[in-house]
C-alpha cells in the first residue's frame, strides 16, 4: 500500500494535514484547566454537527461500536422489546449487539440493497399497542450496501403510530457527511464515530443524547460502567473525564468540527453529493450496478458496485492493494464477494475522486473485466465539470 495515495474506503478515512497536527499534542494534565479550553469547543462543534440544540453530546474513549453499546445500555434493561431493520452488516452487527445483552429483539428483515422499510416499522408499532417496544434502531447510511435510509420517514412513523419508543439511530457513516438532524428528526440517541465524516484516526465514540434519552437513564438496568452516561455527566461538570480522556483526539475532533463548519455543512453535503454523483456516473459507463437498488438509496458517502456473476469482487480490492497501492472496500456479509466498494466521505475532492476512479478502472481492465480505460473516468470529468457548484467555482 503506498503512503502517498487518498484511501478509498468507507472508513477511516483520509486526514487532513491540519488534524493530523491537531491530534499529535504534547502530553497535557487533562485534570488542568487548559483541558476544558479543548474539551468543551469539541462538544459544542458536534452538537452543532449534529443539529442539535436540545440534546447533550458525550465522546467516549471507543469507536462507533462503542456508541452504539452506549446507546443501549443507558437507556434500556434486559429483555426489554426492540424494534430494528437488518438490510446489511452494520445493522446486523448492531442488531448481535443488542440481543448479547439479552434484549427482545424484533427484527425486520430488510433485503440487503434496499432503505429501511418506514412503513414496517409503522406496522410493527401500530400492531404494539400495550407499548412493549422500547427502542425503536435504524441505521441512517448502511455502510456494507452502500444504501442511504430516510431517517425522517421512520420517526414520521414513529409519530404516526403513536408510539413513546425511544429513537435509535446510527450515524457512523452518515454523520459530517449527509445531512443528519437531531432535533428536527427526534432521535433520541445519534451515534458517530471519529474516523468517518470528522476525518480522524479511530478512537473515539461520539454520541448526542437527547432529554428523553436522559431521563430514561437511571431506569436503564443493562449493566454498564465504562460507558456509563452518568459518569461522563459528573466529569462534564468540572471540565474532566471519569478517567484518562484521549486529549490529542479530543482536540482534534474541536479542529474537524471548525472545519466542516467552516466549509458550511450544506456546502460538504453538495461536496459529497457531486463526487458521489461522478462515482455512480462511471459506474453507469461501466456497465456495472450499485448494490442499492433504487437511486434514492444511493449513498454519498459510499458505493458499492456489483460485479458480473462469477467474478470475485473482492479480486479487485486485493489487485488494486496489490499492483497499485490504492485501498477500496471489500463486501461484507451477504455481499462479500459480490460487491466492491468505494469509500467516498471525509476530506476528498473531485480530482482524488478521479484517482480512485482510474486506479480501479485499470484494476478491474488488469483482471479480465470488460472496462474500456477511461470510460469511468471520463463520465465523471462531465460531472464535475458541470458540477452543482460550477457556477460557484466558475465564479471564484
Ligand atoms: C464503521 C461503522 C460502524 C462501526 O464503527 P467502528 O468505529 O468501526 O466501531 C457502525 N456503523 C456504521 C454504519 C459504520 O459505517
Redesign the pocket.
Known amino acids: 500500500m503506498s503512503m502517498q495515495n487518498p484511501v478509498f474506503i468507507?472508513?477511516p478515512t483520509n486526514m487532513p494535514e491540519v488534524l493530523r497536527k491537531a491530534v499529535d499534542m504534547p502530553t497535557l494534565d487533562h485534570r488542568s484547566s487548559t483541558f476544558a479550553t479543548i474539551l468543551n469547543p469539541a462538544l459544542a462543534g458536534v452538537a452543532k454537527v449534529l443539529k442539535t440544540e436540545a440534546g447533550k453530546i458525550f465522546v467516549f474513549p471507543?469507536?462507533?461500536?462503542?456508541?452504539?453499546e452506549t446507546a443501549i445500555t443507558n437507556t434500556l434493561s434486559p429483555g426489554d422489546k426492540i424494534l430494528v431493520a437488518r438490510n446489511g452488516m452494520?445493522s446486523h452487527?448492531?442488531i448481535d449487539m443488542c440481543q448479547r445483552h439479552g434484549l427482545d429483539v424484533q427484527v425486520i428483515e430488510t433485503p440487503w440493497g434496499e432503505g429501511l422499510p418506514a412503513d414496517l416499522y409503522e406496522e410493527a408499532l401500530r400492531a404494539d399497542s400495550g407499548h412493549q417496544i422500547k427502542a425503536v434502531l435504524a441505521?441512517?447510511?448502511?455502510?456494507a450496501t452502500g444504501v442511504v435510509s430516510d431517517i425522517a420517514a421512520v420517526r414520521g412513523a414513529i409519530d404516526a403510530a403513536g408510539h413513546p419508543a425511544l429513537f435509535l439511530v446510527?450515524g457512523?457513516?452518515?454523520i459530517g457527511s449527509m445531512d443528519f438532524r437531531m432535533d428536527a428528526w427526534g432521535v433520541d440517541i445519534a451515534?458517530t464515530?471519529s474516523?468517518?465524516g470528522f476525518m480522524l484516526p479511530?478512537g473515539l465514540?461520539i454520541v448526542g443524547v437527547s432529554p428523553k434519552a436522559h431521563a430514561a437513564m437511571d431506569a436503564a438496568k443493562l449493566h454498564r460502567t465504562f460507558f456509563d452516561l452518568r459518569d461522563m455527566e459528573k466529569g462534564y461538570l468540572v471540565n474532566g473525564f471519569p478517567y484518562t480522556p484521549p486529549v490529542g483526539l479530543l482536540n482534534g475532533l474541536s479542529m474537524a468540527c471548525d472545519m466542516l463548519l467552516d466549509e458550511g455543512l450544506e456546502n460538504v453535503f453538495a461536496r459529497h453529493r457531486r463526487i458521489a454523483d461522478g462515482v455512480r456516473a462511471a459506474v453507469g459507463a461501466w456497465g456495472l450496478k450499485l448494490c442499492a437498488k433504487k437511486p434514492e438509496w444511493a449513498s454519498d458517502t459510499v458505493s458499492a458496485i456489483r460485479t458480473p456473476e462469477g467474478f470475485n469482487a473482492t479480486d479487485i480490492v486485493t489487485h488494486a492493494a496489490d499492483q497499485y497501492g490504492m485501498a477500496f472496500g471489500v463486501g461484507l456479509g451477504e455481499v462479500a464477494g459480490k460487491v466492491f466498494r468505494i469509500g467516498h466521505l471525509g476530506q476528498l475532492s473531485d480530482a482524488l475522486a478521479l484517482s480512485g476512479l482510474a486506479t480501479v478502472e485499470m484494476a478491474m481492465a488488469d483482471l479480465g473485466l470488460n472496462i474500456e480505460l477511461g470510460s469511468g473516468v471520463a463520465a465523471a470529468q462531465a460531472v464535475y465539470r458541470h458540477g452543482k457548484n460550477g457556477a460557484k467555482k466558475a465564479a471564484a
Not at 139 to 143: G, L, Q, R, S
Open positions: 468507507p472508513g471507543s469507536t462507533g461500536t462503542g456508541g452504539w452494520f452487527r448492531w441505521t441512517h447510511n448502511e455502510t446510527d457512523v457513516s452518515s451515534v464515530g474516523q468517518k479511530a465514540a
